[in-house]
């Protein structure tokens, strides 16, 4: 909580010499341009399926629901994840927005299985209707894993994010398959 009020400060303190600095010239301010479209594609709420792999055994399945809003005056998408994950209560919450100097859309993602944040970026081609990324944070232990994200737009009502890690041997393995439906 204190590092919170702290970078809050420090936001505003730097807006207000930035502010003073620039005094009597107009700044152009940042606005969604075509690239903030995609972000629009997932907003609403969303069922989900989750699969969860675990080699050697069948898929672990649960449910949840997952509801996006368009925020930062269109700049950013805010994820809100609630459900069961291995008959535990879940929740997850992240933010993405799109990064114009990387030409990549970035991200954070923190839940209650995960011991802090996560950090993402992807690329989205529209002629595959396909987004690919990777993410590297700490797992429930605090060890660092990285991941790579692939997620299908099927239509304007359906989608699938495949997760996938690297296993002991080197090799790339499934981890995560979550299917959507839009529900509103």
Not at 86 to 107: E, L, M, N
Not at 169 to 178: F, L, N, Q, W
Request: aromatic content about 6%; hydrophobic content about 35%.
């Amino acid at each position: 909580m204190p590092f919170q009020k702290l970078g809050r400060v420090l936001a505003v303190a730097s807006t207000l010499v930035l502010a003073g600095v620039v005094a009597g010239q107009e700044m152009p301010m940042p606005k969604p341009g075509p690239e903030h479209k995609v972000l629009e594609m997932d907003a609403g709420t969303w069922e989900a399926t989750v699969e969860m792999s675990v080699p050697g055994a069948p898929p672990m399945v649960s449910k949840g629901t997952e509801t996006n809003t368009i925020g930062c005056g269109g700049l950013c998408l805010i994820s809100d994840f609630k459900g069961t994950m291995a008959g535990t209560p879940f929740h997850g919450h992240g933010t993405s927005t799109w990064d114009p100097a990387k030409k990549k859309y970035v991200g954070t993602w923190t839940d209650s299985m995960s011991a802090g944040i996560s950090l993402g970026e992807s690329t989205y081609d529209a002629a595959t209707k396909m987004a690919s990324g990777s993410m590297e944070g700490p797992d429930m232990t605090g060890k660092i894993v990285k991941s790579r994200s692939v997620v299908e737009y099927k239509d304007a009502n359906t989608r699938v994010m495949q997760m996938f890690t690297t296993g002991p041997d080197g090799k790339e393995i499934p981890m995560m398959k979550i299917s959507y439906t839009r529900k509103n």
